[in-house]
């Protein structure tokens, strides 16, 4: 039994999760959580990013990359591997040797949308730049004017 925190009001109504892909385009995300995983065949290894849109109208939003870094198919790690590359080059880091360096960085993702009859539609990551700031020099994202509420 674990003793909660606070009461959480259960009888509230909460807007709906929206499980629909993000539309195709470029968004200024963060890489928040990394974690190498298993193949499903158990022939490999894969790491996840998990990436947290930043502004715009689908804050909050998450990313979700899967780079094969570890897998039989030659070709699938080649292409893992550009990805981390344009990931790293996007984080200003020369070496990488460890995926948690790639958290917190702001950068720009492009994603589309990959159609799929068995698992429904999903955001799959085209590329990965360095994000824009603006003209003053900061992201906006990073902005340390108060709220206006």
Known sequence: ?????????????????????????????????????????????????????????????????????QNPNKTAVEISERQLLALGKACGITTLKDSSELRGIPISVTVKIEKSADYGDRNQVVTYRKAATSSEGSAPWNSTEEAPF
């Open 1 to 69: 039994m674990a003793q909660l925190p606070t009461s959480i009001d259960c009888t509230r109504e909460l807007e709906p999760i929206t499980r629909e892909p993000l539309p195709a385009g470029e968004y200024v995300a963060q890489v928040i959580e990394d974690t190498m995983k298993e193949t499903k065949a158990g022939n490999g290894q894969y790491l996840e990013l998990r990436m947290e849109v930043l502004d715009g109208d689908h804050k909050g939003r998450w990313i979700f990359d899967r780079l094969n870094l």
